[in-house]
């Protein structure tokens, strides 16, 4: 049962990467086509932004409610619609309608399985999910360029994408039975019934530690958040690498954390997740350490990124994947929406805000940029690791 369950799992991860992408790769068309500026991308990343936002902030009360088998399915469905919405857009303020259920399912669908994968699964398959999720976000866009470049247009991956996502739909509402199944047994083997009323914003905030996560997760996401949208601006502008080398190892980041993932599978269960992370992030420093370099040969800044992007590997799917164990069961689904919450909101402000220190101070500071939120992820952590320690030593509740 839990293994049928588990590959269903590992599809649902590989269809909510692959909208992830989809934005960016295929804008360049879009706007052309709508005929807007440039930056009206903005307007519809911040609309899906705050759709994922305000899903992440009531994961707990709909979790509660309906149970996390039929959120993942209603909300792979929203966003199967509203691709299919965006395919059939002929000018910009639909885009922008179209958005709000794209944002909304895709926050969902990404708190209610990554709080039922922490609960049920080992750290092992939490690593390997999120390889999965990487390798869809890849193949995003290469389906948005093979229809451009096959006379499909960027309306005719939209669709592909949203089929692939109705298909889904369908196979996740098929396994409902196995998402009964898993509940009952866990239910049976349960020392005593979860608490049936959700946790609001407040109470979660007064659990010891989760400012603290929030803080480290909001950190994490936007220093990977950063260098994927700025790292090959800055090798080009301020170290003069050629565009195309510039490009490759840009991407190389993604690459590095997709693989990452995958090795981090074979490990994350002899270390534990707090070693994980601790690993993770002090890689991810060297990493940023060999760009800031201040010298000419940019080999170490080139190679700097690629294990960058290692060390990003392993920090986000240990961080959610502790936090049954730090905040206790009943809490973990509410606690990890709040937390998707927090690294959407880094994943949607950091970057802007880098972008306005590049055009006003100078793009020489990404790395330092980076490298800041880097280090508040290790010290936040290593505060919540002491904080969870003692409350544990004590014996207190985890719940406020």
């Known amino acids: ?29 879009m706007q052309q086509e709508f005929g807007v500026p440039v930056s009206f991308a903005g307007i519809v990343f911040m609309i899906i932004a705050i759709g994922t936002v305000v899903a992440s902030l009531l994961s707990d ?40 259920p794209y944002g909304l399912g895709a926050g969902a669908v990404d708190a209610a399985l990554n709080n039922y994968v922490a609960l ?73 019934p979860a608490p049936e009323k959700a946790l609001g914003l407040l109470q979660v905030l007064r659990i010891p530690g989760v400012p603290l996560i929030l803080t480290a997760f909001f950190c994490s996401c936007s220093m990977s958040q950063t260098c994927i949208l700025w ?15 510039a490009a490759s190892f840009a991407s190389l980041f993604l690459a590095g954390v997709t693989f990452g993932r995958f090795l981090s599978g074979f490990i994350s269960e002899k270390l534990g997740d707090q070693r994980m992370i601790r690993m993770g992030i002090l890689t991810v420093i060297g990493g ?20 960058a992007g290692l060390g990003c590997a392993p920090i986000y799917p240990s961080i959610i994947h502790s936090a049954p164990g730090n905040f206790g069961k009943e809490a973990s689904q509410a606690v990890i929406g709040v937390q998707m919450a927090a690294a959407y909101i880094g994943t949607a402000l950091s970057p802007p805000l880098f972008g306005v220190i590049a055009s006003r101070i100078h793009i020489g500071l990404f790395p330092f940029f980076a490298l800041f939120f880097a280090f508040m992820v290790l010290l936040m952590t290593e505060l919540l690791n002491r904080t969870v320690a003692k409350r544990k030593a004590a014996g207190l509740k985890d719940l406020p």
């Open 61 to 100: 009360r709909l979790t509660r409610r309906f149970g996390a088998g039929k959120v993942t399915a209603a909300s792979v469905l929203m966003t199967g619609i509203a691709l299919l919405g965006f395919s059939l857009t002929e000018v910009f303020p639909l885009l922008c309608l179209w958005a709000i």
């Open 231 to 245: 790292a090959s601006s800055y090798l080009v502008r301020q170290r003069q690498v050629d565009e195309t080398t």
């Open 120 to 192: 049920h699964y080992t750290s092992r398959h939490m690593s390997w999910l999120h390889c999965f999720w990487g390798i869809g976000a890849s193949v995003g866009p290469y389906i948005i360029s093979a229809c451009l470049s096959g006379g499909w247009g960027w309306k005719g991956g939209y669709r592909i994408i949203s089929v692939l996502q109705l298909i889904l739909t369908i196979l996740l509402f098929l396994s409902l039975p196995l998402w009964k199944q898993a509940a009952g047994a866990e239910a049976a083997g349960a020392e005593s």
């Open 288 to 307: 940023l350490s060999l760009v800031a370099l201040p010298i000419e040969f940019d080999g170490l800044a080139l190679a700097g990124l690629v294990v």
């Open 1 to 29: 049962m839990y293994s049928l369950l588990l590959a269903v799992i590992y599809a649902a991860f590989i269809s909510l990467g692959l909208p992830d992408s989809l934005l960016g790769s295929s804008w360049p068309v």
